[in-house]
């Protein structure tokens, strides 16, 4: 699997939009770029994933570049409740025998008063 | 986190006891998996299974056992416990994608 990397912390204002980016340079063409997020004493919580193109749900956007080496996860307005650790993740969906993910560290996201 | 459910959801062992872990989940997914969370570290898969009767090892196995009698059912067994096995243990499960995660185990060994 490709390696991530995130910075360990960022801030946000409530009902601002929080850009959360990730640096996968060495992701394939067949991987995926996964987000999820951990509220603190909770398990793992799926956001949203993509292979190429830009993707949208119910909580959050998720942006990636043309090459591919990197991603951006949008949380378009942020409010207390998204404080939270996100890991970005990049998998292959090989249709295989198993989508085992391997975590990182992941960003602290602060979102302040 | 519906649909995934870990008992216990705390514990405390002295060092050389044994437990063991249960995960139950009603979405009928074939894989499941077995985390460790610690300070710093981010989550670390133990062991995983790709459907009932099978088990395969993680990034870090060592003092830990799994089985998976049930399709539901994924249990974690410590069969003498370490202090190095203090931790938050996550159960999740999969179909396709993504994972879905249960809320945790904390488990601490004295």
């Known amino acids: 699997d490709a390696k991530t990397t995130q910075p360990p912390s960022m801030d946000c204002a409530e009902g601002r939009a929080a850009n959360l980016p990730c640096n996968h340079s060495?992701?394939?063409?067949?991987?995926?770029v996964y987000w999820y997020r951990q509220i603190h004493s909770q398990g793992p919580q799926y956001i949203i994933h993509?292979?190429?193109n830009n993707e949208t749900n119910e909580m959050a956007s998720l942006i990636i570049t043309e090459d591919r080496k990197s991603s951006t996860l949008i949380l378009p307005h942020a409010t207390l409740r998204d404080t939270a650790v996100y890991y970005c993740i990049v998998r292959a969906n090989s249709g295989g025998s198993n989508y085992k993910l391997t975590f990182g560290k992941g960003t602290l996201l602060t979102v302040n008063p | 986190n519906a649909g995934v459910t870990q008992t216990p959801k705390f514990r405390v062992l002295k060092t050389g006891q044994s437990m063991t872990l249960l995960c139950a989940q009603d979405?009928?997914?074939?894989?499941m998996y077995w985390y460790r969370q610690d300070p710093g570290m981010g989550l670390r898969l133990i062991h995983y299974s790709v459907g009932e009767g099978t088990t395969a090892k993680g990034e870090v196995p060592d003092g830990y056992n799994v089985s998976r009698l049930k399709k539901q059912n994924f249990l974690l067994g410590l069969e003498s416990a370490a202090p190095s096995q203090t931790s938050v243990y996550f159960c999740a499960t999969s179909q396709v994608a993504p994972l879905h995660f249960g809320n945790g185990t904390r488990l601490t060994v004295t």
């Open positions: 993509g292979l190429k």
């Open positions: 979405m009928n997914h074939e894989y």
């Open positions: 060495t992701i394939s063409g067949n991987e995926y």
